[in-house]
């Protein structure tokens, strides 16, 4: 399998519609280093229906698709002004038997739209949203900052009451893991099909499991977040230790140039994993498009790309690509696809990384690496 060539020629479309959002979670690369300050270099972007109908045609959703995932690393799909068009668009030409999914932190946009989703996310049981709502009233907004309880659940129940499909999506901190129980039953008075429970990725870096300061619009420390107590819900190695100390860097203002940036992972102990990429599945080829046309390989890659950071991984990455050929923008998708396989596939067997194997993918393909124990060396970034 490769991208040119998926098994039974299908794509797992991960879309980002935007990277826009009301919303400010501390650990999103929209913004600096976990405070409310918007990335510098983030030019503010969405997809329009029009160009959503060009770079999948009703073909491709019908025949090459077996799943259509709005998401993204750096926006709220609802932030999309085209939202509704959009999904409208989908419904029609998707099969019921592939999969539709859409994220939302819920809290943006009238409860009108929400309904009008309402109306489209329903016939199959495959088709449904996913609410990402971090606990309940008193906790919710720890993580989802400016998230208004009032506004999400006016919208959840438009979508609901119009026959959507929801799924609630709750990531476990230390605020609100005693909630877990109480956020089930709540979703299911509500009328939603499930909850589901995630750890959060960006507490472990240093090889310890961190605090994370979480930052205003100035820079200046709001207050922690941090892991929950009960250890099936930290995405570490269950040895691993805490660290007391308070985290570093403070954030202050962004660097003036994205040089300054520069982060020294450890990629030298992934040197020689064989790669199994996640991208590659059995039912079909994974690719990410981002909200600028730019098309990726996986999400890992895409939110190396959206994040501020600079590392060795970036640099090579920037030296295999010309990313002019991966904008459906400029090129037909059928185009990237052979560029993805004769520029990253093609590095999986080299030997390494000085002749060219990806650091990036063996790091997060390798055979011992797991991408829910990823162990950051930086904070805040
Ligand atoms: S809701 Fe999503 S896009 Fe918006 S700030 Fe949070 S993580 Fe980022
Ligand atoms: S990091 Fe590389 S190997 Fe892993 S999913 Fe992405 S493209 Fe595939």
């Known amino acids: 399998m490769s991208w040119t060539q998926p098994n039974y020629n299908q794509y797992l479309l991960h879309i980002e519609l935007s990277n826009l959002c009301n919303a400010a979670c501390p650990i999103c690369p929209r913004y600096w280093a976990g405070s409310r300050i918007v990335r510098p270099g983030l030019d503010p972007t969405q997809v329009t229906v029009k160009q959503f109908k060009e770079w999948f045609p009703p073909e491709f959703l019908k025949y090459q698709t077996q799943r259509v995932m709005l998401c993204g690393n750096q926006g709220d799909p609802f932030a999309t002004k085209d939202i509704v068009p959009i999904l409208e668009y989908i419904t029609t030409h998707l099969p019921k038997d592939r999969s539709l999914m859409t994220h939302s932190n819920g809290g943006l946009r009238r409860p009108e739209v929400w309904a009008e989703a309402g ?3 329903q016939g199959s049981e495959m088709w449904f949203m996913w609410f990402s709502i971090d606990g309940l009233e ?13 506004t999400l659940m006016k919208n959840v129940q438009a979508y609901l009451n119009a026959g959507g499909n929801a ?3 709750m990531l476990v901190f230390k605020h609100n893991e005693k909630q877990i129980k109480a956020v089930k039953e709540f979703a299911k008075s509500l009328g939603f099909l499930g909850t589901r429970v995630k750890n959060p990725d960006g507490l472990v870096w240093d090889g310890k499991i961190q605090k994370r300061g979480v930052y ?5 420390l709001e207050y922690y977040i941090e892991v929950a107590d009960d ?9 691993m230790q805490r660290n007391t100390e308070p985290p570093i860097p403070r954030v202050g203002r962004p660097p003036d140039t994205w040089q300054d940036l520069f982060i020294s992972d450890e990629y030298n102990k992934y040197q020689n994993h064989k790669i199994d990429c996640k991208s590659l599945k059995v039912q079909g080829s994974e690719i990410m498009i981002q909200c600028d046309g730019l ?5 890992f890659i895409g939110e190396l790309w959206s994040s501020g950071r600079q ?3 970036k640099q090579q990455l920037n030296n295999i690509w010309n990313t002019d050929y991966m904008y459906l923008t400029k090129n037909k998708i ?3 696809m052979s560029y993805l396989d004769s520029t990253i596939m093609s590095t999986w067997n080299l030997p390494d990384y000085q002749q060219g194997k990806c650091m990036y993918c063996a790091k997060i393909c390798g055979q011992d690496s797991q991408i829910d124990r990823l162990i950051h060396t930086k904070a805040g970034i």
């Open 119 to 121: 109306k489209l996310m």
């Open 138 to 150: 008193d906790t919710n907004h720890l993580y989802r900052r400016n998230v208004k309880w009032t």
């Open 167 to 169: 799924y609630w999506d």
């Open 216 to 220: 205003d619009e100035k820079g200046d």
């Open 231 to 239: 250890p099936q819900y930290i995405n570490a190695p269950p040895d």
């Open 295 to 299: 098309v990726l390989p996986c999400c």
């Open 311 to 313: 590392d060795l991984a």
């Open 334 to 336: 059928s185009d990237i």
